[in-house]
């Protein structure tokens, strides 16, 4: 126990340290940031047409992601025009210097040196894994030649005779920015090819090892954006034809941390399809208003307040210590977000107050299970300290499972995806550590403390867990079979996904101006307008999902997802109006969708391996008819929350987007506490001779309490969000209403007979104990009614 109290206070104080000494990085709705305005150019290949410019918009941001500016926002505004912004960036004129390089990497063969050049001495040191070095001087420009020669000054301002390139950067798997602790402690960057590249890196520094030793021809350039920034000589030791194996290299040469860094960006980022240029460069004020922020604010207060009113009823005195525990967690969360720099949103922060709510669910298990010890006690007459003991010990593995799963997909998120669903795998990564941490550290070094007090032994109710609770009573005296009627459940789970996913078809989804794209107006006025009074009036003329940002010295811009031209000037009137005469249009542009296409298909890639992850971890845990309806029942719940939006008309953006996704965390995470216990009742002691829908019966019976508990900890939260938060928290605490709603029913009367169903057809049972197949078959029979 001790050793428990000195972790937990050490995690703690380490947590409030960092979270008073770092500074939050606030996104773009809540402080706004910098906007770069980049425009593409043709190039002598290439036409900087609308598709060029989209394949650039996904090639910066790649680069974004690298810089690590996180929740970014990126549109095509026209044909050629890319409006980048960027919260909390600390160097603008870096960014936009990154952003605009062209970053094509070339690879030459070196034919000579030009005319005007004096000879070239041999290198010294030179390494079969070619060192080259950063141009000491600026590149003269490239002289190409009838014969497709290109002259090129080096590293050391003399000029080469380049041959055509026979690499780009097209074949370089990866570059990483490596610490030389060889070379004074310096940087270089290693880079590894892929397998054409290999080969074609091989045919290269072969073809150059067959000139003589000092002979230029016996050099390979390396060329980004049209200079040299590596030449280096093929060691001696490689053989004529057979060139350096093994596919890759290294560019060094007394780079500094941040060059090394920026030049593994841009080659891992890829090359601009075409150059870009910087034409504007502008902070920009949020996208929120002031109240809009406050009463979020007061609406997360009031939620968690009621939640742990609540908790505190239903468990006395553990419930106190559950809230304590869960304050931990919002510091401990809170801590490691703004040690790794991310960007908090005000849909991400009132995720983050969910996730609070929520996290109370490993706190609620250990407290079901040990008021269930304690209601056994018989003749062992078990302590409280005992019965809370046990109740940890056997609450671990759903916790275990629940959490696992959850991380599974955090962690398959934040390597495939990209953008704001990158971002969302790192908050549900890092929230599942800290509810972990929280529940069993905290939560157990208080409680063990608390229950040891001889004023609670003497008075067990006070604890919380010395009696059974209302739920659980009740269900003990009615017993009610649900697994009786599984069939009819399961059609009346398969009837609310076709109503919903029907209105898909006959309303069609709203999608927001990230999927679609939409128009922006930029107005610039002889006096200030007040942001949030220009979106009060914005409203009021019919414009309620405008974002209006103040930009630049008393800018305005307007951007919605449709706006025909008499729509644009009904909004010119009205931010005249507010500016006490007329607004001067200084630009009017369609812009793209800020989810482009790319982003959206890796994030569909990386759902679906999640969803495959998580299946498989199910089934070696369980069996595959468990995790197969425990997936079943997450895509149920997803097809009714988009089929409900889709009747209600309401959009359906990146905030209903994050929504999705933690509606999805939260089914899998009821699905598998059931099965936990399903697999616990298995392999206990007077299992045999019970059917699965009698054992699975029993189970769903036993963790009602948790999950009705667990439910209205969040519900509360989010209905203190729908009515008071405003604007889009409205949208969002009403997609996680919906979720958790339809998630309860689903891990009862979806997931539940569905597994039941594929048991029985497959004629075995779950496994029993920690994964192991029972030893016996077991006899089918109908289940016995009270």
């Not at 980004?224 to 053989?239: A, C, R, Y």
């Not at 780079?255 to 502008?282: C, H, K, M, W, Y």
């Not at 063990?448 to 003497?458: S, T």
């Not at 059931?674 to 298995?682: A, G, K």
Request: charged letters at 20%; hydrophobic letters at 45%.
């Amino acid at each position: 126990m001790r050793v428990r109290a000195l972790l937990a206070l050490a995690i703690v104080a380490l947590s409030v340290y960092i979270a008073v000494t770092v500074p939050a990085r606030l996104g773009l709705d809540l402080r706004g940031g910098t906007q770069i305005v980049l425009e593409t150019r043709d190039s002598p290949t290439a036409t900087a047409d609308a598709k060029a410019t989209d394949r650039t918009v996904e090639v910066l941001r790649r680069r974004i992601d690298a810089l690590g500016v996180t929740e970014p926002v990126l549109t095509r505004s026209g044909d050629r025009r890319i409006i980048v912004e960027l919260p909390g960036v600390q160097d603008p004129r870096a960014a936009a210097d990154v952003l605009g390089r062209t970053a094509q990497l070339t690879f030459h063969p070196v034919l000579g040196m030009a005319q005007d050049a004096p000879p070239a001495g041999p290198e010294q040191g030179a390494k079969p894994d070619p060192s080259p070095s950063p141009s000491a001087s600026p590149s003269a420009s490239p002289s190409p030649s009838p014969s497709g020669e290109t002259v090129l000054a080096d590293e050391d301002g003399r000029r080469l005779r380049l041959g055509p390139s026979s690499m780009t950067g097209a074949d370089v798997s990866e570059a990483q920015a490596v610490i030389d602790t060889q070379n004074a402690f310096g940087w270089y960057v290693n880079v590894e090819f892929k397998d054409k590249g290999a080969d074609g890196w091989a045919r290269l520094t072969g073809k150059a090892a067959c000139s003589a030793p000092g002979d230029p021809a016996r050099r390979v350039a390396i060329v980004l954006d049209d200079k040299v920034i590596s030449s280096p000589q093929v060691d001696e030791s490689i053989g004529c034809d057979t060139g350096i194996v093994g596919g890759t290299t290294r560019i060094t040469g007394g780079f500094s941390a941040d060059e090394a860094r920026e030049l593994a960006l841009l080659i891992n980022g890829g090359a601009l399809p075409v150059p870009v240029e910087t034409v504007e460069q502008r902070t920009v004020g949020p996208t929120l208003g002031a109240e809009a922020i406050r009463s979020s604010a007061l609406a997360a207060v009031i939620g968690t307040a009621l939640t742990g009113l609540f908790i505190i009823a239903v468990y006395r005195l553990l419930g106190g210590i559950a809230v304590l525990a869960l304050a931990s967690y919002g510091v401990i969360s809170y801590a490691a977000l703004a040690a790794l720099g991310a960007t908090l949103t005000l849909p991400g922060l009132a995720g983050f107050v969910l996730a609070i709510g929520m996290a109370v669910d490993a706190n609620v298990l250990v407290f079901e299970r040990a008021r269930e010890e304690y209601a056994q006690r018989g003749t062992a007459r078990k302590s409280l300290r005992s019965a809370l003991t046990a109740g940890f010990r056997h609450a671990l593995s759903a916790i275990a499972d629940s959490n696992i799963t959850t991380l599974i997909a955090a962690v398959l998120l934040f390597l495939l995806a990209s953008g704001p669903v990158r971002g969302f795998g790192v908050t549900l990564g890092i929230g599942v550590v800290a509810s972990m941490v929280s529940a069993l550290v905290v939560t157990r070094a208080l409680a063990d403390f608390a229950v040891a007090r001889k004023a609670v032994r003497r008075r067990p109710l006070w604890s919380g867990i010395g009696s059974t609770g209302a739920v659980r009573a009740r269900l003990l005296r009615r017993d009610p079979d649900l697994m009786g009627r599984r069939r009819r459940w399961l059609a009346v789970s398969a009837v609310a996904v076709l109503l919903a996913v029907s209105g898909i078809f006959v309303r069609g989804l709203d999608l927001g101006v990230e999927f679609t794209g939409g128009r922006l107006v930029e107005y610039s006025t002889s006096s200030p307008v007040d942001a949030d009074r220009a979106r009060d009036a914005l409203a009021d003329a019919g414009f309620p999902r405008a974002v209006v940002q103040t930009s630049g010295e008393g800018g305005l811009t307007v951007r919605t997802d449709r706006m025909s031209n008499d729509e644009a000037a009904r909004i010119g009137e009205t931010v005249g109006a507010l500016a006490g005469g007329e607004a001067e249009k200084v630009r009017d542009e369609l812009i793209g969708p800020s989810l482009g296409a790319e982003l959206r298909k890796g994030a569909l890639i990386a759902l679906a391996v999640a969803v495959g992850a998580q299946l498989l971890y199910l089934a070696v845990r369980f069996r595959w008819q468990l995790g197969a309806a425990a997936v079943v029942a997450m895509v149920h719940d997803a097809a009714i929350l988009v089929g409900v939006f889709a009747w209600l008309g309401k959009p359906v953006d990146g905030v209903f987007l994050a929504a999705l996704l933690t509606v999805i965390g939260y089914s899998v995470n009821d699905s598998v506490v059931v099965f936990d216990r399903v697999r616990e009742l298995t392999g206990a002691t007077g299992a045999r001779g019970k059917s699965i829908a009698r054992l699975t019966n029993t189970a769903l019976l036993q963790t009602v309490p948790r999950t009705l508990n667990t439910g209205m900890g969040a519900v509360f939260i989010l209905a203190a969000l729908a009515v008071l938060g405003g604007g889009s928290l409205t949208d969002f605490a009403l997609a996680l209403l919906i979720g958790i709603v339809v998630g309860t029913y689903s891990s009862m009367l979806t997931a539940a007979p569905l597994a039941v169903v594929l048991q029985e057809r497959g004629g075995r049972r779950p496994r029993g104990g920690a994964g192991r197949p029972a030893r016996r078959p077991v006899r089918e029979e109908e289940p016995s009614r009270a």
